[in-house]
């Protein structure tokens, strides 16, 4: 009796959770209206731009040029593609032959679409300083999310949050949108897996999934929209839902980083080619640009630094989330059998330090961390002897939901120099942007680390002032409080680094 009174009492908020639909934005009236619009630096000389649309467009289409009012160039693509449980199309097209570091202005071509605005990339070897964002493990703000207020407790409570720029972190970016160039998110965005988390979206998986990934990008687009965002995939864009070894119970286009790949996966660029004189150079370029697998793994280069995006989820041996990986995600593989590691030795190997004399690596599990988080070993194995070999100056990772920074390390060992010209990267975790899981505790520091803070949202910025000297801030996104300062100094006096 004592089990049916249960259950009578708890109809009426069962039912309440069953007719509770998705969180979904509404649908504008004219169909073809960009949404979640998005940049990304896609060669030496031109910008992708991705958007997504309620219909299928024949021809998605741009129009762009130096002035806002004289947009006379035209650049269009027939790549508008969906999957099975999205409501909306992803949409790329190419800007090409733009001048370096010059202001345009586009307009995503629809009867509803307004004009905005990005600066082009700088060529490799421009020495002009700049600066960075490393914005990791962002997610959805509002009913399916958290709260601005960091009561977590509360986080239920928000209704529906139009996509206005009440996320701290992306709010943060907004006010600073002159301070940085710029946006590395190497991982874990809409976290639209963990719609497990809310009891309204118990019985209605499928679309509260595709609800959080329309919501955020509609949060994320003012920034996107207007500065060159590039992602890698992280743990949360795997599957419909993280639960182990379950992925089989994830409806067709909610497996395998699907939505990831739709939405990044033609915008992202290759490896660029290289403007070094040297001729192995160049060789080592082009086969990475071969090797190289958007948006999975990929490098660019933008004034003088090189960047290189690593997939720490599938494609090396043990990797955690691939068939068979001790994640259970059964995700991947998306390359030949060593592609990945092929293309990153490659990649590392063809950088000119005289052209681009900064090197920085992005990809999401960290394996230096505090014991408050989860240290990827697996990743250590394949990466790290590579990262020391070929002199990268800076790891950025997240995964872990706080920010950490380190001295520089290799194999567990603070390198002898710390901050004045290392032999070995110094790493960064820049996990705590923001995301319906909260904050990870610190936990208990190394020796060789330097920085580790949980108390709010935060984040990197990573500022290139010369060809010797790098400076990484953390940011309190609430505040705009510069959390911790460091430089970090190299005499970059090798043209190519073998170590």
């Known amino acids: 009796m004592d089990s049916i009174a249960t259950f009578v009492a708890a109809l009426p908020f069962l039912v309440a959770s ?3 639909a998705a969180s979904y934005p509404p649908k504008p009236s004219d169909l073809s209206t960009p949404v979640q619009q998005r940049l990304a630096i896609n060669s030496p000389n031109s910008v992708s731009i991705g958007w997504n649309t309620y219909q299928k467009l024949a021809q998605p289409c741009v129009e762009y040029g130096t002035s806002s009012d004289a947009l006379s160039t035209l650049a269009c693509s027939t790549s508008s593609v969906t999957y099975a449980t999205s409501r909306t199309y992803s949409n790329a097209v190419t800007l090409t032959g733009l001048t370096p ?11 509803n679409s307004s004009v905005e605005h990005f600066f082009s990339p700088r060529v490799p070897g421009d020495k002009t300083p700049f600066a960075l964002n490393a914005v ?10 958290y709260t601005i207020d960091m009561d977590l407790t509360k986080r239920d409570t928000i209704p529906y949050i139009p996509p206005a720029l009440n996320h701290t972190t992306i709010g943060r970016l907004a006010n600073t949108v002159d301070d940085y160039e710029f946006v590395i998110h190497p991982g874990d965005l809409a976290y639209a897996d963990d719609w497990v988390l809310k009891v309204k979206n118990l019985f209605d998986g499928t679309n509260a999934f ?6 955020f990008y509609d949060q994320l687009a003012p920034i996107a929209g207007r500065k060159p965002y590039m992602t890698s995939p992280g743990n949360h864009e795997a599957n419909c839902q993280e639960i182990p070894n379950l992925t089989g119970l994830c409806p067709n286009g909610q497996k395998n980083f699907t939505d990831f790949m739709n939405r990044f996966g033609r915008s992202m660029p290759t490896a660029f080619p290289s403007t070094s004189a040297d001729e192995t150079a160049k060789v080592n370029a082009n086969k990475a640009k071969m090797l190289a697998n958007p948006p999975f793994w990929y490098s660019f280069e933008y004034g003088m630094v090189h960047v290189t995006m690593i997939d720490t989820e599938t494609d090396f041996p043990d990797a955690p989330d691939q068939p068979g990986g001790e994640k259970g995600l059964n995700a991947g593989p998306f390359g030949a059998i060593g592609q990945q590691l092929a293309f990153l030795e490659a990649d590392l190997a063809s950088v000119d330090r005289t052209v681009t004399p900064w090197v920085v690596v992005g990809g999401h599990r960290p394996w ?3 014991s408050g988080g989860e240290d990827c070993s697996e990743c250590q194995d394949a990466f790290e002897s590579l990262f020391y070999k070929y002199g990268v100056d800076l790891g950025v990772f997240g995964h872990v939901h706080n920010s950490q920074r380190f001295m520089p390390v290799m194999n567990n060992t603070a390198d002898p120099n710390g901050l004045n010209d290392p032999k070995a990267p110094m790493y960064i975790v820049a996990g705590g942007a923001g995301n319906i899981e909260g904050l990870s505790s610190v936990g208990t520091k190394q020796n060789y680390n330097a920085f580790a803070y949980s108390d709010d949202f935060s984040y990197a910025k990573v500022s290139f002032l010369d060809a010797n000297n790098l400076q990484v801030d953390f940011i309190r ?5 510069v959390l911790d300062s460091s430089k970090l100094y190299k005499s970059h006096k090798k043209q190519f680094v073998v170590q």
Request: hydrophobic share 30%.
């Open 210 to 215: 595709e609800a959080i990934l329309e919501n």
């Open 18 to 20: 069953v007719t509770a």
């Open 477 to 481: 996104s609430a505040t705009g409080q």
């Open 136 to 145: 990791i493990d962002l997610g959805v703000y509002g009913e399916d999310g």
């Open 368 to 370: 230096y961390t505090t």
């Open 101 to 111: 570091a010059t202001t345009y202005y586009y307009k995503i071509v629809s009867t």
